[in-house]
Structures are given as C-alpha cells and as structure tokens.
C-alpha cells in the first residue's frame, strides 16, 4: 500500500518543504503526496515554492487551492483595487511579488490606467503561476477520510457546499463536524485548534478532525501526516542564538 502524505500552508518556505520532502523520504514512486493549498504570500521563497509544487504534481502529486491562493487569483485577475490592496496589504501579496523580483510601485501606472490584469500577463512567470492556480482542485475524497483546505461544511456533501466555504470554514466545521470519515485539513494554525499559543502540533479532534497547519511561517512547524498511520513528521527553522 502506496504511502499517503499529506502537508499544507507551506506559505513560501521552500527551505522547510525542501527539507520536510527529504526527512519523510518522499518518493513520487512509492507515495502518494497530497498539498492542502496556501503556497504563497508572506514567506520569502513563493516562486521558488510554486516551481516545486508544478514538478511534484508533474510527478504525480494532487494540490489543492488553499484561500490565499483564491485571495491572489482574485487580486491578479479581476482588475478591481479593493482585491488588490487587501491582497498586498493584509494578507501578505507583497512578499509574493518580491519573490518574483517586483516592488509595489512597479504596479503603480497599470493601477493608475486600470489595466493590471493585462499587465500581470506580461510578466512571464507571474502569468504562469497564476495559470497554474487556476488548475488545483478544491478537495479531496477517499473512502476513509477527506483531505481539503479549510474544512467541510457540517451536514452538506462536498457537491452541495459553495467551493469557497472548503477554503475559508473555521468553527463551524471545527465545533459541528460529526461525519464519520476523517477530515484532513490545514488553514487554521494548529496553536489556535490547541488554544496554546506556544503548541504548533497537529492537532487531532475528538470529532475525526485533523489540523496540519503548524504555522511554519510564523515561526512554528511544517508538517507532514502519513495517513492512514496518523504518524506526523515535522521541521521547523532553527532557533537563533543571542
């Protein structure tokens, strides 16, 4: 039986999820690798994050939207400014743009002539990640459990629930999930699950929920579940010394 690995809210850390694929020995051969979403925004490395999650899913990983990934197709593509200041501002857009070499004022003429979608396809690699967004699922399901970004809405199936809601619940489906298989997920950091703001474990619910999201950008873990074992392997960045 193929290995399931499941890790998510890499956030632009490539040197942890580089680090975390070498301590679980993944292998595209032998496992089965599942991305629960947010690759980009506020880490240093987005680009360089996004380029490794096209060659694993080329391998055969399956990847997921995560909401921030929305935020940024959304902020890119519809060429309004509220999506836009709220991406760069508030949810860390411009630590994305850096990772690709850009500053916010590189944008400011197309915003001032109100063609930012048609200038965003004109920076080659930008343009490229954005397409590539545009194809992650938004869930997925297996017999035992189900492996999504943000959670399950409670009493709907996964058809009936507004795609948006996959990526965006939090105590709702944290509290009322009672379904009987196990949801997977990222999304809400694990310290907040915990209500320990020093505790970035994964988290595991009584109700068959299980946070993976150990805030690896905020100084906490990344993550990676074996399923079905359960068994978490995990990476953080060093300590610095005074």
Not at 25 to 45: E, H, I, K, M, S
Not at 83 to 112: K, R
Not at 128 to 149: G, P, R, S, W
């Amino acid at each position: 039986m193929r290995r399931i690995l499941a890790i998510s809210d890499i956030h632009g850390e490539l040197e942890l999820f580089e680090e975390l694929l070498v301590k679980v020995n993944y292998d595209a051969a032998q496992d089965q690798l599942f991305l629960l979403g947010d690759y980009v925004d506020r880490g240093p490395a987005v680009s360089g994050v996004l380029n490794l999650v096209s060659e694993l899913r080329t391998q055969g990983a399956r990847v997921l939207l995560g909401n921030h990934e929305a935020i940024m197709l959304r902020a890119c593509r519809s060429g309004q400014m509220q999506p836009w200041q709220h991406w760069v501002g508030l949810c860390g857009g411009e630590a994305t743009l850096a990772s690709y070499g850009y500053q916010l004022a590189d944008f400011d003429e197309a915003i001032q002539q109100n063609t930012l979608p048609d200038f965003i396809q004109s920076l080659p690699k930008l343009e490229e990640h954005l397409q590539l967004l545009e194809t992650f699922e938004l869930y997925i399901e297996l017999d035992d459990a189900i492996f999504v970004h943000g959670g399950v809405v409670p009493d709907l199936t996964l058809e009936e629930t507004d795609p948006l809601r996959l990526l965006w619940i939090r105590e709702e489906f944290h509290h009322g999930y009672h379904g009987e298989k196990t949801v997977i997920f990222g999304h809400t950091p694990t310290y907040r699950l915990h209500q320990d703001p020093t505790n970035y474990s994964v988290y595991m619910g009584d109700n068959r929920i299980i946070g993976i999201d150990g805030g690896a950008v905020f100084g906490g873990q990344l993550h990676a579940l074996e399923w079905p074992s359960c068994q978490v392997i995990s990476v953080q960045k060093p300590t610095s010394t005074p």
